[in-house]
């Protein structure tokens, strides 16, 4: 199968962007109703009519998914040049739109200056699959982890992204894939849950949500609103490398599912893997687990568990994961190694992913071996970077010959 990916020329000599002297106007996107209400309480709308106009904003942004203040047509039109005036609801610029030769879709975002800072770029990814889509969201622009075998973990950590950036990756996918209602229905209609392109959210994209914690709460708590994007907290998966003391609070303030980044089943080994095991090794790691609210077997932590080959992938390393994962409710999912320019590690064979994956099962463990998706356009775990940290044209090419020459290895 041949890889069919366009990607657009890029200037080698772009303009340096100089950070702008004044302040953007703030955005309503990522304000719980509390802080919508002072917003608007701070800009002269009557005490009496806050809670009104605050269910009107909410539902426009969040139900009908709307991102400029004349669609809000039951919002009289002095209210709606107050908005305008003052604030913003703007999506992000889409620098870059790719879609794989398996459907995936990967978006680069250009989000505007924060004060005196420049602009950032982040990637989210959308997999549809049989049933389903879901969504893989960025928390920071780069990362901190430098966790050895992920390309994300080789650009530095610019800064975290605020809730109203985090959350505006999920408007913008649901606006490119027709995923609000139609503007023409009626307001005051029900709208219907089914039938929704993306049904899953991950957090699973740059960075370490846990190390952002209160902008990813405030995005998440939005996000699974009933009265508004309405996804329930069992289709939303926190995925972590093992920030223990946030793991507690994800399950008592936020009550999303947890999946944990583990790849290895020793610490000496995860201390080279996934640094962060350093400061919380695999038993207080584990500790947590076994704590979280809620745990259940209907309610099953993820456990990610990427397969490097001759490094991770012996008889030896499932026995351990085995034992490791002991008496906690889990699921393992193997991840088969996403190459990217530069890496020195190997995908293990399949033929060894199979065998560590029947071992795992015949355990009582439901262990998937995740189907690679995105790979040609560099959207799969582990790949994603922001385009100011990307690799040059050159190298893009010859990672991209590299793809085409091995992807019937990859369909064994």
Not at 167 to 192: C, H, K, N, W
Request: net charge neutral; hydrophobic share 35%; aromatic share 6%.
């Amino acid at each position: 199968m041949t890889v069919s990916v366009t990607l657009p020329e890029r200037s080698q000599t772009a303009a340096p962007v100089r950070p702008t002297a004044f302040a953007e106007k703030p955005s309503l996107l990522g304000l719980d109703r509390e802080e919508l209400g002072e917003a608007l309480r701070g800009k002269g709308v009557p005490e009496k009519q806050i809670k009104m106009r605050v269910a009107q904003i909410w539902n426009w942004l969040y139900v009908r998914g709307i991102s400029d203040f004349d669609h809000m047509a039951n919002v009289s039109k002095d209210m709606r040049e107050m908005l305008k005036t003052h604030f913003t609801i703007a999506r992000p610029e889409i620098v870059e739109e790719q879609v794989s030769n398996d459907g995936t879709r990967k978006w680069l975002l250009r989000f505007p200056p924060r004060g005196a800072g420049r602009p950032v770029e982040v990637e989210s990814v959308y997999i549809p699959e049989e049933g389903r889509g879901t969504l893989c969201i960025s928390s920071q622009v780069g990362c901190t982890l430098t966790c050895s075998f992920c390309h994300t973990g080789t650009q530095k950590l610019v800064r975290n992204l605020t809730a109203e950036e985090i959350l505006s990756q999920l408007l913008l996918a649901r606006d490119r894939l027709g995923d609000f209602p139609d503007r023409e229905i009626p307001v005051g209609t029900m709208m219907p849950s089914s039938d929704r392109k993306i049904t899953n959210i991950v957090m699973m994209g740059m960075g370490e949500p846990l190390y952002n914690f209160e902008e990813v709460k405030k995005a998440l708590l939005i996000a699974t609103d009933g009265d508004g994007l309405s996804l329930s907290k069992r289709r939303v998966t926190l995925s972590t490398s093992g920030v223990v003391p946030e793991i507690y609070r994800t399950g008592d303030e936020i009550g999303v599912m947890l999946a944990i980044s583990l790849h290895a089943v020793r610490d000496e080994l995860r201390d080279m893997l996934v640094p962060i095991n350093k400061k919380y090794p695999l038993k207080e790691l584990i500790e947590a687990c076994r704590n979280y609210p809620g745990l259940s077997n209907a309610r099953r932590i993820t456990f990610e568990y990427v397969m490097l080959k001759d490094v991770n992938d012996s008889l030896e390393d499932a026995k351990g994961l085995i034992q490791l994962l002991k008496g906690v409710p889990a699921k393992i999912n193997l991840i088969p190694f996403n190459p990217w320019p530069g890496t020195n590690y190997q995908c293990s064979d399949w033929a060894t992913i199979e065998k560590f994956a029947d071992f795992i099962n015949q355990a009582g463990y439901a262990s998937p071996i995740r189907t690679p998706r995105g790979r040609d356009i560099l959207a799969a775990c582990g790949q994603l970077k922001s385009e100011s940290e990307r690799m040059r044209k050159t190298e893009r090419l010859a990672f991209e010959a590299m793809m085409i020459a091995n992807h019937g290895e990859d369909d064994d």
